[in-house]
C-alpha cells in the first residue's frame, strides 16, 4: 500500500493550528479559472511548507477538496463529495453547516511559536492565489478531555487497527490516502453543565470519569449514534480532535475524523441529525457546528507526484 501522511498517526502535539483556504474569493467553489502558473505557485508552496515543517519537527496534514484535488492532478477516490449544511427534520432547526472550502493545512507540535511562524509563512506566500477563510488554534485539555468534562477518542481503533480504519484500501483508487470531516463544533457550556451528571452520562453513553460505556444506552445518547450501524456492528472512524476557545468566550471541539470512506462519514452526521429515523442525537441540543468540509489525504507518494507536476 502506499504510504499514507504520517502525521495522520503521529502522537499530537499540545498546540494545533487548522488552516482553510480556498481559491477566488467570491467565486463558487470548483469554478477553474486559474492559469497553470498559479497552480505551479500553490504546489511552490505547499513544497516549501512541507519542507519547513520537516525542519521543524511540525506535524503536518495536507487535505484537498475535490476541485483543488482534480486541477493538482491528483488520483480521485470513489464517492468523493463535497460537504452540504446537513439539517435535522424534527423541527427543531438543529444544523451542521456546510463551508466546503479547498485546502486544509493541519499543523501541530509541542511549540506554538514555530506553527504560528510556518502557517503565516505559508498564508503569506499564498497570497493572491488563495485566501484563508477560517482558521482555528486548538490545544490538548487535560487527559484527552472535551470541554464538556468528558474524555474525547475513546472509541478510537487500537493502534494496530488505525491504518485499516482510515485508509483508502490498497487496489482502489486513492489508495493509502483518507478521507477528512473537519468540523468547529460550538458548545453551549452553560447549559450543558446545568444537567445532572446522571443526565450527562446518558446523552453521551459513557462515564464521565473513566469513559466506561453505559451498559444502557439511550436512543437519543451519542454512542447510540456513532459507534454503531444497523446490524449492530461498529463502524469505525479515527477520531484526532482538540478543545479550542475564542477571545469572546466561544468554546468548543475541533472535529476531525479519518476514513477509509466518506461515506462512514456521512452516515455518521445523518445519524446524529436524525436523518435516518432515529431519535436526533442529544448532544445536539448543547453542541453544532459552526464550519464544515469534507477533504482527502493522498499517499505521500501521491502527494509528491501532485506538487511535482
Known amino acids: 500500500m502506499n504510504n499514507p501522511q504520517a502525521s495522520i498517526f503521529a502522537e499530537m502535539g499540545q498546540h494545533q493550528w487548522y488552516v482553510h483556504l480556498s481559491r477566488g474569493a467570491g467565486t463558487d467553489l470548483g469554478q477553474n479559472d486559474l492559469e497553470q502558473n498559479d497552480l505551479a505557485h500553490i504546489r511552490s508552496v505547499l513544497r516549501q511548507t512541507i519542507s519547513d515543517c520537516e525542519a521543524k519537527g511540525i506535524n503536518l496534514v495536507v487535505g484537498f477538496g475535490r476541485e483543488l484535488l482534480a486541477d493538482l492532478g491528483g ?8 460537504f452540504e449544511t446537513i439539517s435535522s427534520i424534527d423541527g427543531s432547526g438543529k444544523e451542521a453547516i456546510g463551508t466546503q472550502e479547498e485546502l486544509l493545512l493541519w499543523m501541530n507540535s509541542p511549540r506554538l511559536d514555530d506553527i504560528w511562524k510556518t502557517q503565516y509563512d505559508a498564508r503569506s506566500a499564498l497570497a493572491g492565489h488563495m485566501y484563508v477563510a477560517r482558521e482555528t488554534i486548538t490545544f490538548i485539555y487535560g487527559n484527552s478531555l472535551d470541554m464538556t468534562g468528558f474524555i474525547d477518542g475513546t472509541g478510537n481503533p487500537k493502534p494496530e487497527e488505525e491504518h485499516q480504519v482510515a485508509l483508502v484500501p490498497q487496489g482502489e483508487a486513492g489508495e493509502g490516502g483518507s478521507f477528512i470531516l473537519a468540523q468547529r463544533w460550538v458548545h453551549d457550556l452553560e447549559g450543558w453543565n446545568q444537567m445532572s451528571l446522571g443526565d450527562q452520562e446518558k446523552a453521551i453513553g459513557r462515564t464521565k470519569a473513566d469513559s466506561t460505556r453505559l451498559e444502557h ?5 451519542h454512542l447510540a449514534h456513532v459507534e454503531e450501524t444497523e446490524d449492530g456492528r461498529l463502524d469505525e472512524i479515527m477520531r484526532r480532535s482538540t478543545p479550542y476557545a475564542l477571545h469572546d468566550g466561544t468554546v468548543g471541539l475541533y472535529f476531525m475524523a479519518f476514513s477509509r470512506k466518506q ?4 452516515n455518521l452526521l445523518d445519524s446524529m441529525y436524525g436523518r435516518d429515523g432515529q431519535p436526533r442525537d442529544k448532544l445536539t441540543d448543547f453542541s453544532n457546528p459552526a464550519s464544515g468540509s469534507y477533504y482527502f489525504a493522498p499517499s505521500t507518494p501521491q502527494l509528491q507526484t501532485m506538487l511535482t507536476g
Not at 444506552?217 to 445518547?221: F, K, N, R, T
Not at 461515506?263 to 456521512?266: D, G, K
Request: glycine share 0%.
Open 75 to 82: 488520483d480521485m477516490p470513489e464517492d468523493f463529495q463535497k
Open 217 to 221: 444506552q439511550e436512543d437519543y445518547s
Open 263 to 266: 461515506e462512514i462519514l456521512r
